[in-house]
């Protein structure tokens, strides 16, 4: 506690924004009162410097565009500041406080700490481009990288403080430990900076050979490497390995234990899989490690509070069962092969179906109202949960099909039950289709099949006993009682609509008079033989038609014509028609 206040006092003295903040404000992380005893633990993992990477390749660093950078920070913040509802007042600003309970709701509390930090350093940075012609920018500089140091150093301890994953708090101590080397670096203070940024390239140097994305640390580790080198220029006399700080052993010491640890651990752990009654051993290197993210991320995936972030970890889960499922075909040496193929398989296909879970009980939850929907966004509908249920049932029907599932065993029945139960949840959403498009006969007929279909998932459900049928046999108890209710209102609405057809029927009259020839498009109401019309009259009444008499003209084959040869202008012979001819008349 006397540390995190010493800390807490610093970063009101560093920071002039603080600097209206009592002792008497400041609350200590680990519970200075006696009657707290709950110790808070950060349920996320924080890829602190994949994230920053993508950052700033994506928004202008790829063209040292510094300022390009500094205002996307700006703007993300600015979301994410709306998106948790955390504003700092519309006319007077109040500077709020991210507490530590406030990162275990939300992961994005903590991207409000990186991103303040890196808006910081990119103004640091776009500052240095004037600092050697104005002065006046490289104190304003150095103030920027000051805060870029509080901002990462409020990261880091918030991050072990609250017991984050153990790559979350490496990265952190290592973005903590380059910050406050670009600072020194920045003052001229050679030999501090050379204890800074070698503390960070040795934290991500170890990171390289214990973490599978190791090319990312060594890129880092190399960027540091010219200001490390020029750093012990300027010293001419320290090393590398001779320039420790005063926690500089005692940091790599602790480093290395808990990258042991966690590799002990994790090969214990992923070695030997028990499934289904058998057993299998996975040898190879590669296919450990994924095994071990994947279950962190199954792990945290079941505890996300975050939609989004939670569908990202199921597709990183099903990425890890495809990458698993081509090892091990390619793999000659691998022992167990079908079994080891059908065991990831089933966790796929398990996953696969946890994640349309995950976005069905989204849908729902904006249809009952409990999750409001956002402007621009779709709409939800019945027919969503029609469509994800139908692939949950698929997957189902894939799942049985797995050859190494024991039939007489929990799993098997498990997925029977399973299939029951969101059969009777899609029966129920096709009839709320119905009951939404006025098709009440229908909506009350499916209403009835889906009631069948609760007997008899309730009775399967008791048959095993186990936590989670019992919830489900719950669950089906309240959807029973909304079904009651959904079918008295469709039935009221069913007798409604047939009480406004007869009164329309009886207002429509008919003329018995009238032929039917001439009303074929009138409806007639008839109730008895003496309401028969008149088909039509025999025989027909005449009706005038157009006089357009048609003969043939046979009688000109017998007619004579007169000779008239003789009123035939006859052509003169001669000289002059000679003459004629010459001059061409």
């Not at 042991?260 to 290197?285: L, M, P, Q, Y």
């Amino acid at each position: 506690n006397t540390t995190k206040l010493i800390h807490l006092l610093s970063m009101v003295a560093e920071d002039p924004n603080l600097s209206d903040v009592r002792i008497e404000d400041i609350k200590l992380e680990d519970g200075d009162s006696g009657d707290k005893t709950e110790e808070l633990v950060c349920p996320f993992a924080l890829n602190l410097l994949k994230e920053i990477k993508e950052y700033q390749n994506l928004h202008g660093l790829k063209h040292d565009d510094y300022q390009r950078y500094r205002q996307y920070c700006s703007r993300r913040l600015h979301r994410i500041y709306r998106g948790l509802k955390f504003l700092h007042g519309s006319k007077k600003f109040t500077n709020k406080k991210i507490t530590p309970d406030l990162f275990v709701k939300d992961i994005r509390y903590m991207h409000i700490i990186l991103l303040q930090a890196e808006r910081a350093w990119a103004y640091a940075m776009d500052l240095k481009q004037f600092a050697n012609t104005e002065s006046r920018k490289q104190v304003h500089l150095i103030s920027k990288l000051k805060k870029a140091v509080l901002y990462a150093g409020e990261l880091e301890s918030n991050c072990v403080s609250l017991k984050c994953d153990t790559t979350t708090q490496l990265e952190a101590k290592a973005y903590h430990h380059y910050m406050t080397g670009i600072l020194l670096f920045e003052q001229g203070n050679w030999q501090k900076a050379v204890v800074s940024l070698s503390a960070a390239q040795k934290i991500y140097n170890k990171l390289a050979d214990a973490v599978e994305d190791s090319e990312l640390y060594r890129e880092k580790h190399d960027e540091m490497t010219p200001k490390v080198q020029y750093c012990l220029y300027n010293i001419q006399s320290l090393g590398v390995e001779s320039v420790q700080g005063e926690d500089g052993e005692g940091l790599f010491q602790e480093l290395d234990s808990i990258i042991a640890n966690k590799a002990t651990k994790s090969a214990a752990a992923v070695r030997e899989i028990k499934w289904e009654g058998n057993s299998f051993t996975i040898s190879n290197d590669d296919i450990k490690i994924q095994l071990v993210q994947m279950e962190d991320n199954i792990q945290l995936a079941k505890e996300c509070s975050d939609h989004e972030k939670r569908l990202e970890l199921y597709e990183e889960i099903l990425s890890a069962c495809r990458d698993i499922a081509q090892q091990i075909k390619k793999s000659d040496k691998i022992e167990s092969v079908e079994l080891m193929t059908d065991y990831f398989t089933y966790l796929r296909i398990k996953n696969t179906v946890d994640r349309f879970l995950a976005m069905a009980q989204q849908v729902s939850d904006k249809l009952s109202g409990v999750v409001e929907t956002r402007p621009g966004s779709k709409i939800a509908r019945p027919e969503d949960l029609v469509r994800l249920y139908d692939i949950i049932l698929q997957n189902y029907a894939d799942m049985r099909d797995v050859t190494s599932l024991d039939k007489d065993g929990d799993t098997y029945r498990m997925i029977d039950v399973n299939t029951m139960f969101y059969r009777t949840k899609r029966c129920f959403y096709i009839a709320e289709c119905h009951l939404g498009q006025s098709n009440w006969l229908n909506a009350i007929v499916l209403y009835d099949k889906c009631s069948e279909h609760i007997e008899q998932t309730v009775q399967a459900a008791n048959a095993i006993q186990s936590t989670k049928t019992q919830s489900m046999a719950e669950d089906l108890l309240k959807l029973n009682k909304q079904i009651y209710s959904q079918r008295c209102s469709a039935h009221a609405s069913a007798f409604l609509q047939t009480q406004l057809v007869e009164e329309e029927m009886k207002e429509i009259s008919s003329d018995k008079n009238k032929m039917l020839a001439d009303s074929l498009e009138e409806f007639k109401l008839l109730k008895n033989e003496s309401d028969l019309p008149t088909i039509a009259t025999l025989p027909p009444d005449f009706q005038p038609i157009p006089c357009k008499p048609t003969f043939f003209d046979i009688s000109l084959n017998h007619i004579e014509f007169p000779d008239l040869e003789d009123r035939v202008e006859k052509e003169s012979s001669g000289l002059s028609s000679f003459t004629k001819w010459i001059w061409g008349r």
